[in-house]
């Protein structure tokens, strides 16, 4: 069952920095993981952990033929009896330097823009790992993730583009401040402590 707060059943380690209403359900894609395995493969054999299979990224759904480059914030999409909607990118943070034995996975995850995403809840429904995500609309079809992540990581100080992505009605509103934090003091915050611990 998808709920506003997550699937039933689920539950998140950390309720200040995860969970919540814009990151109830946690998408990642299959279609990374051999990119990871290609990239570290030392890693798949040495890791205490699973290495790079479905579920290494504590995603709730992964799926394939769907990546960062093909959803746009606020696409909504039924799912199940559920419908969702594109609220965020996943900000990486050290939590994967530990689940994956790798000190930069974090930082690598984030350069890679292989972040996935999350979706809230607009309407909780019954979900079953065979259904289908299904889009029903689209509002920012200029805002793909891929586009989000570019200016958050890539050009963070572009002003033209922090001032839209301040105005995106449907983003979390915790990535709206970010936008308006750098163009009000034309620096970008601190990664260093979410990226390393």
Known sequence: ??????????????????????KAIHHYPADHYPYWAARFPEEQQES????????GFGENISSLGLTEADLCI????????????????RQPCWKLNQRFGYPQMAEATQESGRTGWYYRVLQEGEVSATDNLTLLSRPCPDWSLE???????????NHDALTAIANLAPLAESWKKIARNRLSYHSIEPWQQRLQG
Not at 75 to 82: P, S
Request: proline share 2%; aromatic share 8%; no cysteine.
């Open 1 to 22: 069952m998808a709920t506003t707060e997550g699937f039933s059943g689920d539950a998140q380690g950390d309720r200040i920095n995860h969970g919540g209403a814009d």
């Open 74 to 89: 606020g696409d909504t999409l039924q799912l199940g009896k559920a419908i969702v909607q594109v609220s965020q990118a």
């Open 147 to 157: 586009k989000l992540l570019h200016y958050l990581y890539v050009d963070p100080l």
């Open 48 to 55: 205490a952990n699973s290495g790079w299979e479905i579920g």
